[in-house]
Structure formats: structure tokens, C-alpha cells
């Protein structure tokens, strides 16, 4: 049984370090000051793979869509299995119908044809354009989700005040600023009973009153282990009768909904779902991309239902590296590709449009005569909510190398 005059070493080997290199890496460090509790809140969740924007949000009206997917194309709708029409142009993949409506009730926006202006089509390295921000650029070391929190002035002192539900630090928060990677809140509790009693007072006894970093990276360590007992995810009951899927992602977003009930600070918030990476059997209406996009839609509808009135003050982005291509290959999917479409969900949004300047996809339309042609860029779309949603203006700090005034502008945050 570990007491108060356990060694490192024993705290270590007991699995204590673990948990305290897992919550808070040695980039974790102490906020920057005290403020009133956040008030708004930004959700990004990553689909990693690169999703097919054109099977997503289908653009029913193109004559070329069809004829380049004879095998993969959803229907238009009104017909067997076919897509739920947005506006007489673009409709939603018949497995997102848990989002439509909250695209009726205005609460979901799409944007398409947008993306990185990098034409990369290697999965690390457009992941970490978008994640930092700054594409093309490999120098670039933090993401722009922890430049958000490096900058603006804190909200809270909480060690909540960024979060990634993911195994690992995602690069977009990684950097300086308070934020902390756990695959699962649940693993950050010492439990509740003697054991974990003792185990907090041997690491508040070897730990207290030092000041180097270890001492600060165990104090806070131990601040997120007590939010984390008493939050108790395991028992976390959602309410107004929502739903999660019993997949990774929908665990992430559960988190990520008690964390914005439990009013500990939360600004930030990443999830990541994988499986995008449809080159071959992706299917049309179901298959495994409609696998995917049922968990995504309904894990969404699940965190509005979930959060009811706090919705008001969320704002959730998807974002994947980038599309697939527009012609389907001999294998029943699609290839890397360039522009895409992402969703905005919440109470800020000017949701029921689909926002953006649609290119067609006519041959001599598409990039590089294959992808869909990017014509809006990603930042465009994370800087009017970091302005407009996060209340934040000093872009050049989150965004060095992009521009934003009005003719960037969609107007998709009220």
C-alpha cells in the first residue's frame, strides 16, 4: 500500500507517473490568470482520413457527379435511399439524417468547396497544415487552437481550459498554453477510497512547496485527477434523453459535454475519429463511409441534445486534411483529392446555408483536372469563429500568414 513516504521511484512504479505524464505532459503549464468561467466554447472534431465532402454533402444538381461515380454516387433525393435536400442543390448523405434538423432549425451550416490551398495529398502533412495553420510551412510547431489560448486572455485559471479527448496531444493544441490529452477522463481518477487518499498525499508531500517543473507539472497533474473524481465519467448520465453511439467518438463527445455542463473553463475542445480513408468498398448511401458519417451525425445530435440550452454558447467544426477525388476508382472508392466540405454546428451559427462559392465539376472546373477546387480557405472559415464565435480579434497571432477582412468573410457566425 503506497503512504506518505513512498519513493519517486515506488509512485512511479505504481503507475501514478503514468497517469501524470498522460494528463500533463512537461509543455503543460500553469494559466495565466483568473477570470469568470468561459462562456463560449469551440468543438473541433478532426476526421482523419480525408472524407469525401461530394458523398457528404452531395451536389445532386451535377450532372458530372453522377457520371463519374456510377457506383458510388448517392442519390438525389426523393428517390430510393437518396440524399436529405438542403436547398434545391446540395443535400445531406442519407446517414447524417440525425443533422437535418438542425440544419432546418438553423443550427447547422455547411461550407464546401473549401479546404487547404496547400495541394499536398500526403495525409501527415496536410493534417498538420491544418492542424498548425500555416500550410506549406513545416517549421511551424503549435497548432492554432493553443496559439488561441496563448493569446487571448484567459477565461479561467482551469487546467480545462483546452482539452483533446485523444490518445495523444493533437498538433492542433499542441504548444505553450494550458491543454491536456487523455484518451479517456475516466483514467486521470486515483479513486475515491484509501488508496487513492494515500496516493494524493505521497505526491502532495514530495511535491509541495518546490517549485521547479515537475512540482508544477504534478500540482497541476493532481488539480485535473481531482476534477476528474469528482466529475466521475463512468457515471455520467446524459440528459434530455440523448444518445451517444457506443463508438470512440461518441465517448469523446460525451466527455466533452460533461466537461462543458461541469463549468470547469472549457474553451477548447478536440476529438478525432479516423476511417475516412475511403480508397476502396466505400459504398453510396450505406457502406463504409455511410458507417462513418452515421457515427459523426448522430454523435452531433447526441452532444446538441445532450447539452440543450448550453448549445447556445458551442460552436462545433469538422475538418478533415482534404476531399477525395470526383471520379470513383476501379475498386469501389475514391483517391486523395483536394477541396472538401465541413459542417458548423451551434447556437452562434447562421445555419440552414450552404456557404460558399461553388466551382461545378466540370473537367475544366477541377484541380489539377481531378479534385474538387478549393474555393474557400479553411482559415477563413476557423478565423470567423475564433472573431465572431470565440470573441477574439488579434488574428495575426492565431493566423500569421492569412488575411482576414470582410471579402474573406462568409457570414456563418452571427
Request: aromatic fraction near 8%; hydrophobic fraction near 40%; charge should be negative.
Amino acid at each position: 500500500m503506497l503512504t506518505p513516504r513512498c519513493t519517486r521511484r515506488q509512485l512511479l512504479r505504481s503507475g501514478v507517473g503514468a497517469v501524470a505524464g498522460l494528463a500533463l505532459p512537461t509543455r503543460f503549464i500553469l494559466g495565466k490568470g483568473v477570470a469568470q468561467s468561459a462562456r463560449r466554447v469551440l468543438v473541433v472534431i478532426f476526421q482523419r482520413g480525408a472524407v469525401d465532402g461530394l458523398n457528404m454533402v452531395v451536389p445532386f444538381r451535377e450532372p458530372e457527379y453522377y457520371a463519374q461515380r456510377p457506383g458510388i454516387a448517392v442519390p438525389p433525393p426523393g428517390e430510393p435511399s437518396g440524399g436529405l435536400d438542403l436547398d434545391d442543390q446540395f443535400a445531406l448523405h442519407p446517414a447524417l439524417a440525425s443533422l437535418q434538423p438542425l440544419f432546418i432549425s438553423g443550427e447547422l451550416a455547411v461550407v464546401h468547396a473549401c479546404g487547404s490551398p496547400d495541394p499536398t495529398r500526403s495525409h501527415f502533412e496536410a493534417q498538420d497544415y491544418m492542424e498548425t495553420a500555416v500550410p506549406g510551412d513545416k517549421s511551424v510547431i503549435d497548432g492554432w487552437l493553443n496559439r488561441y489560448l496563448q493569446v487571448a486572455v484567459p477565461q479561467s485559471e482551469s487546467v480545462f481550459r483546452g482539452i483533446a479527448i485523444a490518445s495523444s496531444t493533437p498538433r492542433a493544441l499542441a504548444g505553450r498554453a494550458n491543454a491536456l490529452a487523455v484518451s479517456d477522463l475516466a483514467v486521470l481518477s486515483l479513486g475515491t477510497g484509501q488508496r487513492g487518499a494515500q496516493t494524493r498525499a505521497a505526491l502532495a508531500t514530495m511535491y509541495g512547496g518546490r517549485s521547479d517543473l515537475p512540482a508544477i507539472v504534478v500540482g497541476e497533474t493532481l488539480r485535473a485527477v481531482d476534477f476528474a473524481n469528482r466529475l466521475n465519467p463512468d457515471a455520467y448520465d446524459p440528459e434530455n434523453g440523448a444518445v451517444y453511439p457506443s463508438s470512440v467518438l461518441g465517448l469523446q463527445l460525451r466527455q466533452i459535454a460533461q466537461t462543458i455542463k461541469s463549468g470547469v473553463g472549457l474553451e477548447v475542445a478536440f476529438a478525432e475519429v479516423w476511417g475516412w480513408d475511403t480508397h476502396l468498398g466505400q459504398g453510396a448511401s450505406e457502406g463504409l463511409l455511410a458507417n462513418a458519417l452515421r457515427d459523426l451525425g448522430d454523435g452531433i445530435a447526441a452532444l446538441r441534445t445532450d447539452l440543450g440550452e448550453a448549445f447556445a454558447d458551442v460552436c462545433v467544426l469538422t475538418m478533415s486534411e482534404f476531399g477525395r477525388t470526383v471520379r470513383e476508382n476501379g475498386t469501389g472508392g475514391t483517391d486523395h483529392g483536394h477541396g472538401t466540405a465541413m459542417l458548423i454546428a451551434g447556437g452562434t451559427v447562421r445555419g440552414g446555408t450552404v456557404y460558399g462559392t461553388w466551382p461545378g465539376l466540370n473537367e475544366e472546373r477541377l484541380f489539377e483536372g481531378r479534385d474538387l477546387a478549393v474555393t474557400t480557405d479553411f482559415r477563413a472559415i476557423c478565423a470567423e469563429i475564433v472573431v465572431r464565435h470565440l470573441g477574439f480579434t488579434a488574428l495575426a497571432e492565431i493566423f500569421p500568414d492569412f488575411v482576414y477582412d470582410d471579402s474573406q468573410r462568409l457570414g456563418l457566425i452571427s
